[in-house]
Nanobody, 125 residues
Framework: QVQLVESGGGSVQAGGSLRLSCAVS????????GAWFRQAPGKQREGVAS???????DYADSVKGRFIISRDNTRSTLYLQMNSLEPEDSAMYYC???????????????????WGQGTQVTVSR
């Protein structure tokens, strides 16, 4: 059974940094496409960053140059390093994973099958 468990959210001032972690289990050989999404109150869930099986990454324009997605298959963990945080980055952050090829390089929520419960990030001015 696939499980994703996020951690690392919290409150930070603008300009600060946070690192989110997502423990991923249930995929044989850690073979999956992974991503981070976020959803602010009253807004649609939006893709933030994706990472392929081999480590190829893709980012939303709003976070390019500030966020870094990575994976450590020895620890079965996805990461999202968030730097230069802005109040507009405040949201619930979700990690997601899928083995379906449509998830490759995708920032479309419907392309992913498995989701974590989310971790809250709040950035104050």
């Amino acid at each position: 059974q696939v499980q994703l468990v996020e951690s690392g959210g919290g409150s930070v001032q603008a300009g600060g940094s946070l690192r989110l972690s997502c423990a991923v289990s249930g995929f044989p050989n850690n073979w999956y496409y992974g991503a981070w999404f976020r959803q602010a109150p009253g807004k649609q869930r939006e893709g933030v960053a994706s990472i392929g099986v081999g480590g190829v990454t893709d980012y939303a324009d709003s976070v390019k140059g500030r966020f870094i997605i990575s994976r450590d298959n020895t620890r079965s963990t996805l990461y999202l390093q968030m730097n230069s945080l802005e109040p507009e980055d405040s949201a619930m952050y979700y990690c997601t994973a899928s083995q379906g090829y449509q998830a490759y390089g995708s920032l479309v929520a419907g392309h992913y099958e498995h989701w974590g419960q989310g971790t809250q990030v709040t950035v104050s001015r």
